[in-house]
């Protein structure tokens, strides 16, 4: 059974920086492509950063320089390190795998920037 389970979520101050991680169990976890999106309030869904099962990265415009996408295969974890954090950040952040032709979600982690 695929588990994704993410953590370090919290209420920052703009300027500031978070760090999440994404655990992922139950499957071999460095072959798949995976990231994070993320839904603020009264918005649509967008994916903020993925990571290819060959290593590339790729980031929504408006997080670029600021967000960095990784992953530790030993820990079976993903990260997303956020930098310069703005009001505009705040949103649910939600990690997923891509398995085949489905797609596994993490619960979701709240990150609130305040002005």
């Known amino acids: 059974q695929v588990q994704l389970v993410e953590s370090g979520g919290g209420a920052v101050q703009a300027g500031g920086s978070l760090r999440l991680s994404c655990v992922v169990s139950?499957?071999?976890?460095?072959?798949?492509?995976m990231g994070w999106y993320r839904q603020g309030p009264g918005k649509q869904r967008e994916l903020v950063a993925d990571?290819?099962?060959?290593?590339?990265?790729n980031y929504a415009d408006s997080v670029k320089g600021r967000f960095t996408i990784s992953r530790d295969n030993a820990k079976n974890t993903m990260y997303l390190q956020m930098n310069s954090l703005k009001p505009e950040d705040t949103a649910v952040y939600s990690c997923?795998?891509?398995?085949?032709?489905?797609?596994?979600w993490g619960q979701g982690t709240q990150v609130t920037v305040s002005s």
């Open positions: 997923y795998i891509n398995v085949d032709l489905l797609k596994f």
């Open positions: 990571l290819t099962r060959g290593g590339g990265t």
């Open positions: 139950g499957i071999a976890f460095s072959i798949y492509t």
